[in-house]
């Protein structure tokens, strides 16, 4: 399990899959293709199919329709004990009648290994969750955080070519949660296993991920990287799922190839336009936008638009603040150390140049599901 | 390692389906339990109730005889009465007895759970003997009356004796229900109704004990329920002034061998007992939800 | 609480754990009695009737018959039970609730009414007096009782464990195996106390089952106290009370102890 020893990763091959319960359809012709020794993170609203999609992979269900193909081999039909994959479930699932040592060494006995080799794989498993020195002890008298530290130890001691997470931090506090992120994430970077991961905090899949799914509504919206989900975003959901955004609505014309969008009678004009019948929508992300006082520094090119702040907060690396649009909208703008300070009650201009919004087809269902 | 199992010759398709069939109903499971029930409990009474239709001769007359009969009416009287002195008996000294389970400290309640489950502990049989020698003319409690320059007690093959040897034996069936009911009930709502200005007393009534009832009535009908059909402690403790249907039972079949006439005693005891069932089961279960919500 | 209820409330409390005890506070001393009467207080003090239960061969045979019965139906009820338990626990919920209402009637229907019927299936096909017909009544009325112990523990029994076994590369029975029947043991052993208890203790279906050549325990103790004043019952039910008490303190301690780790 060193660095010499990676255990090659498997691939992930989902075609055309559905999962229907009854009516309800959990997930719809979903398409999705995992590389191996990649880091996959599903991410999404709760009910949009990113669960029942690892549990497909795990074959805790069967699909209703489509193939699912791991390692370049089918698996439809193939109980879940003989596919060889480790799974960490969110609720730590340790045997609680057995120590910590005999956790670790529960799939190699099932594996018919014993004795020294034994021995020695539960040790180096959980050393390299550092849990070495707790291999007596029983899972009631650990920690979360050491729990699931137990487990995937538990889910690696094998050696399998692919691991599951469902949220496996979900049930911890804030610092716990990001040192094992961090802990996971070199885990991940030493075996070379292929890693599929389950969360609805797209600040957890950002932090972890090679590429991230973004889920919705039983479908797969997106895949890409945490900068192309962020910078480039396919749909609104998308946008507005990963990360903080402000969405700009207004009635759209097409001037000479860009948008022109009218909000609270001031034009704003964006790059390019949008493909299809919807009506654009602009996206603007809180760092891409600068705050001015009225009238000051006017650059020709740039949009302005006038609003009043309605809250300013000190962050650190700088201030966030909430501006208040004529029209009811509230912009979230992000101005480093240096930039022009504001209180509440203050007017200020958003600047931002017409190449520095994503313009996306606008989608009231986005709303619904993330409120 | 790196590889997946193989897969065997199975195709996928047939692995599915092979895994559902597995999968189907776990219900199952209890065929073999279900099965033996059908063949010792269920078989056995339909032929009871067949011979209480078609013995000696096809019609109704065991049943015309029994319910014409004043000596079967007057023991199928006192096989109710009795049982509802029994469980009268019971719930008084239970009711207060598992309300004591809930306040004491920790010792004192494992005392007292003791005091409930120690007398399973000797054989049943051996329980009913023990009351023989409690009752006896020249028994513990008519020496103890003696001792005390009291005039002795008939109580041996008396009501009275029969209803004091069941309720014991029956007692531990309304203490433990009631007392993991009361076990439920937030004992803050007496202090609020006490802070609403209610008297102690007025508080316990009117709060605590409608919440303890789901205790109470199914603690009440399965010491009923289970008084009717006693059998081992009349005989042993009764006399004929207090045979109750059971017996009665048993000398029709094995005295006078008349499977019609004991058939039809027997299904009358049954019939009673589903029909307080299927009174009592709603009661219980509605009642529950209640407190429930309360709580 | 007034002080003057507390003390009414003790006082009574008082009264009805001696009336729960009253038997066995009786049992125990009349078994040591050196006349052979059931007169309380006992005379003097012997060991007689113990001597005469180890020595008497009709008392050493129905403690060996009713040992044995029970012991079959203990396994027996054991495994039906804590099957139909997973069937109840695990079937939809409609299913579930059936069986486990048919499941428990045996508990609530009248014993001699149970009793009669038996006897008369018995009789016809030959089962009266045999071994296998008393295995079949006792399990058949020690299975709501297993059923009830396996059903609260399964219930409490958290089944994402099993998903994990299986996710580790355990199958169905390797499942149940190493980690769910490890976990409702407690459950499982206490009903198979409980199955072994129900049939050692049997005496109404008994009665009617028993023939001279097979008797069990309770059957022996009933005839002896509907024969003669014969303290040997009193010391039966000392030595089986003493036994139960041992198994159900062993039992408590080994849970405590598991318990802890």
Request: hydrophobic share 50%; charged share 15%; glycine share 10%.
């Amino acid at each position: 399990m060193n660095a010499t020893n990676k255990s090659a990763g498997a691939s992930i091959d989902i075609r055309k899959a559905s999962k229907r319960y009854g009516k309800f359809v959990a997930l719809r012709d979903l398409d999705l293709s995992i590389r191996p020794g990649e880091f996959m993170t599903l991410l999404g609203p709760s009910g949009s199919g990113k669960t029942t999609t690892l549990n497909l992979i795990a074959g805790f269900t069967e699909v209703s329709s489509g193939s699912l193909e791991i390692g370049g081999k089918s698996v439809l039909g193939l109980p879940s004990h003989k596919r060889n994959i480790g799974v960490v479930f969110q609720h730590y699932a340790l045997f609680p009648h057995m120590s910590v040592g005999r956790n670790v060494a529960y799939p190699l006995t099932l594996r018919g290994i014993s004795g020294a080799e034994r021995e020695g794989k539960v040790r180096h498993a959980l050393d390299m969750v550092k849990m070495a020195d707790f291999a007596h002890r029983y899972p009631n008298e650990l920690s979360g955080g050491q729990q699931q530290r137990v487990a995937l130890a538990r889910a690696l001691v094998f050696d399998p070519p692919l691991l599951l997470m469902d949220e496996p931090l979900g049930a911890l506090d804030k610092k716990l949660r990001e040192w094992l992120q961090l802990e996971i994430k070199r885990i991940h970077r030493e075996l070379g296993t292929t890693f599929v991961y389950v969360t609805h905090d797209q600040e957890e899949a950002l932090v972890l991920s090679d590429r991230i799914a973004v889920f919705n509504g039983g479908q797969v919206e997106q895949i890409g990287t945490g900068r192309e989900l962020y910078d480039n975003p396919a749909t609104l959901f998308v946008g507005r799922f990963i990360g903080e955004s402000t969405v700009l609505r207004g009635k759209a014309d097409i001037v000479g190839g860009d948008t022109v969008v009218s909000i609270a009678g001031t034009k704003i004009v964006a790059s390019g336009k949008i493909s299809g019948q919807a009506a654009p929508v602009i996206l603007l992300r809180p760092e891409r936008a600068v705050l001015h006082r009225p009238g000051t520094g006017v650059v020709d090119g740039e949009n302005r638009l006038s609003g009043i702040v309605e809250e300013a907060i000190y962050v650190g690396s700088g201030s966030k603040y909430d501006i208040r649009l004529k029209d009811g909208t509230t912009a979230v703008v992000r101005s480093p150390l240096g930039a022009p300070e504001f209180a509440i009650g203050d007017t200020a201009e958003i600047v931002f140049r017409p190449g520095d919004v994503t313009l996306l087809a606008d989608d009231a269902s986005a709303d619904i599901t993330l409120t | 390692m790196s590889a997946l199992p193989q897969t065997d010759n199975q195709t996928a398709g047939e692995r599915a389906a092979a895994r559902r069939l597995n999968l189907r109903d776990a219900g199952w499971l209890a065929a073999p339990a279900v099965l033996l029930l059908a063949a010792v409990l269920v078989y056995p009474l339909a032929i009871i109730v067949l011979r209480s239709f078609t013995e000696p001769e096809p019609g109704l007359q065991n049943y015309i005889w029994f319910f014409g009969s004043s000596v079967n009416m007057a023991v199928l009287q006192r096989t109710f009465v009795l049982s509802g002195w029994v469980t009268l008996a019971s719930l008084i000294c239970a009711y207060p007895y598992a309300y004591a389970m809930t306040v004491v400290g920790k010792n004192l309640r494992l005392i007292l759970i003791l005091c409930v489950l120690v007398p399973f502990w000797l054989s049943g049989v051996v329980r009913t003997l023990a009351w023989v020698i409690l009752l006896q003319d020249s028994g513990v409690i008519n020496s103890f009356l003696r001792g005390l320059g009291l005039s002795p007690v008939k109580l041996i093959r008396t009501q009275l004796g029969v209803v004091i040897g069941m309720t014991q034996v029956l007692l531990p069936f309304m203490i433990l229900p009631i007392y993991s009911v009361m076990k439920g009930i937030d004992t803050r709502l007496l202090q609020a109704a006490r802070s609403l200005g209610a008297k102690p007393w007025r508080a316990f009534l009117q709060i605590y004990v409608p919440l303890s009832l789901p205790g109470i009535y199914a603690g009440a009908i399965i010491v009923f329920i289970l008084s009717l059909g006693f059998y081992i402690t009349p005989a042993l403790l009764g006399g004929p002034r207090s045979t109750m249907l059971s017996s009665l039972v048993q000398n029709q079949v094995l005295s006078l061998l008349n499977w019609g006439r004991g058939g039809a005693m027997g299904v009358v005891l049954l019939v009673a007992t589903f029909i307080l069932l299927a009174i009592a089961a709603p009661l219980m279960r509605q009642k529950h939800t209640q407190t429930r919500r309360e709580k | 609480m007034q002080l003057s209820s507390r003390i009414f409330l003790g006082l009574f409390c008082l009264l009805v754990a001696i009336l729960l005890l009253a038997p066995t506070l009786v049992v125990i001393p009349m078994s040591f009695n050196s006349n052979k009467s059931l007169a309380f207080p006992p005379a003097g003090f012997s060991w007689q009737w113990y001597d005469n239960f180890f020595t008497n061969p009709e008392w050493l045979l129905s403690l060996r018959n009713s040992f044995m019965i029970a012991t079959v139906v203990a396994i027996l009820a054991t495994t039906l039970g804590t099957l139909a338990a997973f069937g109840v626990t695990r079937a939809a919920a409609r299913t579930g609730g059936l069986l486990r209402a048919i499941l428990i009637t045996p508990m609530v229907v009248p014993g001699v009414v149970l009793a009669i019927g038996i006897y008369a299936v018995y009789l016809d096909t030959g089962l009266v007096g045999t071994m296998a017909g008393f295995v079949f009544a006792h399990t058949m009325l020690a299975i709501p009782f297993v059923l009830i112990a396996v059903s609260a523990s399964l219930e409490v029994f958290d089944r994402r464990l099993e998903t994990a076994a299986a996710s580790l590369g355990a199958g169905k029975l390797t499942v149940f195996r190493t980690v769910t029947l490890p976990l409702i043991l407690p459950g499982v052993l206490s009903g198979a106390l409980f199955a072994f208890i129900t049939s050692f203790d049997e005496i109404i279906v008994a009665l009617f089952i028993t023939s001279p050549y097979l008797k069990t325990l309770p059957v022996q103790i009933y005839s002896s106290i509907t024969r003669d004043a014969d303290p040997t019952v009193a010391a039966v039910g000392t030595l089986l009370f003493l036994a139960t008490s041992f198994i159900i303190v062993a039992g408590l301690l080994i849970g405590m102890r598991r318990g802890r780790t």
